[in-house]
């Protein structure tokens, strides 16, 4: 198979085609796992993986939303989706192209199997000062869903300190040069400096109450040199349906607007503010 460069010319990505691709090829070989092709034979629609799907929703909705992220915390991983086209001042300091909708999946930052990992990540004496709880007996007796306020606050700990760094790992960032000229003032990653809403998806997020954290920490720090939103605003997917209407969202794409409206409990005369 033969397809256009994804980097055709300098300060030009060209992504959409190879994605499209590989999403055809997921389609066709998945159907051959075992169990899969009853699968195929029960759905008159596509198949697409869960990743694909959310960013297919996710850049229906900044037509109507604007620049938005969606954070999907899982047990066992956590993706960041971004469809930004950032600002015109971070774009003239930019040294190489990012993409318009961007995605990342971090496999090891899960807020049940990787759990362990999401804490040494954050810093144990941190999440244990955040929380006041015993991380190692937490970790022992944690379940796919917390069972008591104890196992609650923990997983509210892991999934806040999952998102930050998915986050961290997916935003750029402003650098120093410095030349025989002087110093020059460069951008690298991809900016969110333009994102106004930050939406919550996936098990962790849809169902937790830590949006108004999640602002806090997700907002731009100037001193920090990440470009990260400026004053998001976050909204949960309430209907936990983003991925679901990834699938819908070419063929149907008013009715699967006005669904993720309705899950984020939003009107859509005011989803523009």
Do not use: C
Request: a negative charge; zero cysteines; proline letters at 5%.
């Amino acid at each position: 198979m033969i397809l256009p460069n994804v980097y055709p010319r300098i300060d030009e990505l060209n992504i959409e085609p190879a994605r499209k691709l590989i999403v055809k090829l997921f389609e066709e070989k998945i159907t051959q796992a075992p169990g899969m092709s009853h699968i195929k034979e029960m759905v008159n629609g596509h198949l697409k993986p869960t990743p694909g799907a959310v960013m297919d929703a996710a850049v229906l909705l900044q037509k109507t939303l604007g620049d938005l992220m969606v954070l999907d915390v899982g047990g066992a991983t956590t993706d960041v989706h971004s469809v930004a086209e950032g600002s015109s001042e971070i774009r003239d300091k930019m040294i190489s192209p990012e993409p318009f909708a961007k995605r990342t999946v971090e496999g090891d930052l899960g807020v049940y199997i990787n759990a362990r990992n999401v804490a040494e990540t954050a810093g144990f004496d941190a999440l244990q000062a955040a929380t006041g709880l015993d991380l190692e007996s937490e970790l022992e007796r944690l379940r796919p869903i917390p069972t008591d306020d104890g196992m609650r606050r923990f997983v509210e700990a892991l999934t806040l300190a999952a998102a930050k760094e998915a986050v961290n790992r997916h935003v750029g960032r402003i650098r120093y040069l410095y030349t025989p000229s002087g110093r020059v003032t460069v951008a690298s990653g991809k900016d969110l400096t333009t994102v106004k809403w930050i939406i919550g998806t996936g098990g962790a997020l849809t169902r937790l109450d830590i949006g108004a954290r999640l602002e806090n920490a997700l907002r731009r720090r100037p001193e920090t040199g990440e470009l990260l939103p400026e004053f998001p605003q976050f909204l949960t997917d309430s209907d936990y349906i983003l991925a679901a209407i990834g699938l819908i969202a070419e063929d149907y794409p008013d009715a699967a607007t006005a669904l993720m409206l309705k899950s984020f409990r939003m009107r859509r005369d005011i989803s523009g503010s």
